[in-house]
């Protein structure tokens, strides 16, 4: 969600900057679009370092035996796709 809101948010930006020519007393669409675009570079960053960091799994085996016990297996994987530079 956030990095389509970011996508959304530089769209809209670039729209008010550059294909809308209407000079306003009181506001200063340029600017506004300037505002915007920068506020979609940010949310877009955000929302792509959310998605590199760090992940878990579980995952869970149950197996039952001939005498009725069962016997379960947890696994646990972590996965780090962010690697240090």
Known sequence: MSIGGGIALIVIGAILT??????????????IGYILMGAGVVVLLIGIVLLARKRQSVSTTRTVDSAGGEQVTERRTSTDDASPV
């Open 18 to 31: 550059f294909a809308i020519n209407v000079e306003t007393e009181f506001v200063n669409l340029d600017l």
